[in-house]
């Protein structure tokens, strides 16, 4: 990697903003394969009023949308007078905690031949812990000069390095004109010298990054495991992960009905009863009730103990409850 193409911001979240500023207008739109991170709908749209155009996956065994799902996607922004502008992937992902396969590239290929810009935000790179197959999709599939202008990558402190108060994001970009505006604009959110100096002087200590990057992945690793053990131990489904620090349960099997409504009186009965917090669905813009993101990396292996007996014992309460009700 070239130096000279990585432009620093104070955290990814700067990062988009910029972007979505360089690269959009206002009212523009940007493709995002649901569900995705909640707050990547401030971050396009609090500014720079850009619109985010969910796309809801039919196949949920990968939640990677077809190439006519897009089209649908942006068939149906531009009868609102919506352009999409960019495709917006997170790989790993959150909230699901997988990585795209190398057949999603053509998702990408679809987007730079539409002159999109595809931006991967990539704050999980270093938290896999699962198989994971490499994928190298700017030197197979597109020619140098469109990857340079419409391929780019977002990186942070935050996760994988759990920094997240250091505030330090990155932007990997060979484009010309959006490195030129980082010069100028990147000063409003830049990272002090100070900052930049220390983790550098981190960086540069490849026994411990090494270390370290092991030791948190094999960490994530036990805590997945924890979890996902308890929630095969009440027959819970869950989109298996490899990555990051999520898991996407499903629990539409605890809904009083398939709406909105009931997933929100289900966290809330959660969040009360368990006093476990998990995301609901419905802010990761998916489309079908009944489904959360599980947060599992917060907290050591005993303490997350706790919350899975908790939420384990909560599942099986209310499975007894229905069969009295319905006996
Ligand atoms: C996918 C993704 N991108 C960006 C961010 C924000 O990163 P930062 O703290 O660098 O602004 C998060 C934080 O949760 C995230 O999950």
Same mark, same amino acid.
């Given at each position: 990697? *070239? ?7 104070? $955290? ?6 910029? @972007? @979505?500023?360089?690269? !959009? /207008?206002?009212?523009?739109? !940007? ?27 039919? *196949? ?10 897009? /089209? ?22 959150n909230p699901l905690g997988t990585l795209y396969p190398e057949?999603? %590239?053509?998702? %990408? ?20 812990? $699962? ?7 700017? +030197? ?22 759990g920094m997240n108060g250091f505030r330090v994001g990155c932007?990997?970009?060979?484009? $010309? /004109? ?36 092991? =030791? ?25 992960? !490899?990555?990051?620090? @999520? ?6 099997? %605890? %809904?009083?009905?398939?709406?909105? +409504?009931? =997933?929100?009186?289900?966290?809330? +009965?959660?969040? =009360? /009863? ?6 609901? $669905? =419905?802010?990761?813009?998916?489309? +079908?009730?009944?489904? @959360? ?14 919350? !899975? ?19």
């Open positions: 990697i *070239d130096p000279s193409h990585i432009c620093i911001s104070s $955290g990814v979240t700067a990062v988009l903003d910029l @972007f @979505f500023f360089a690269t !959009c /207008d206002p009212g523009d739109g !940007c493709l995002i394969p649901a569900p995705y991170f909640p707050a990547f709908d401030n971050d396009m749209n609090i500014r720079n009023e850009v619109a985010p155009l969910p796309v809801q996956p039919k *196949d949920t065994h990968t939640y990677i949308p077809t190439v006519a799902e897009m /089209d649908a996607a942006v068939d149906e922004a531009a009868k609102r007078n919506v352009r999409a502008r960019v495709l917006l992937i997170t790989n790993p992902g057949a999603t %590239l053509k998702l %990408l290929l679809w987007a730079v031949r539409r002159e999109m810009h595809v931006l991967s935000d990539e704050i999980y790179a270093n938290s896999k812990f $699962g198989y994971v197959a490499q994928n190298a999709v700017e +030197e197979k599939l597109l020619s140098p000069e469109m990857v340079a202008e419409f391929v780019h990558t977002a990186y942070g402190m935050s996760k994988d390095f932007l990997h970009t060979k484009n $010309g /004109d959006l490195l030129n505006l980082w010069q100028n604009m990147g000063m409003f959110a830049a990272v002090s010298n100070d900052t930049q100096h220390a983790l550098a002087v981190m960086l540069q200590d490849d026994t411990f990054v090494d270390f370290y990057v092991e =030791e948190n992945k094999r960490r994530l690793k036990n805590s997945y495991n924890l979890l996902t053990s308890a929630f095969t131990s009440v027959k819970l489904n869950y989109m298996p992960a !490899c990555a990051a620090m @999520f898991c996407w349960l499903d629990l539409r099997s %605890l %809904l009083t009905e398939c709406t909105f +409504e009931a =997933e929100r009186a289900l966290w809330k +009965e959660i969040l =009360e /009863d368990c006093k476990v917090l998990l995301t609901p $669905g =419905e802010a990761c813009h998916y489309a +079908e009730p009944g489904f @959360f993101r599980v947060c599992y990396a917060s907290m050591p292996p005993e303490h997350l103990q706790v919350a !899975c007996t908790r939420l384990t014992s909560f599942v099986e309460k209310k499975r007894r409850k229905r069969k009295l009700s319905s006996a």
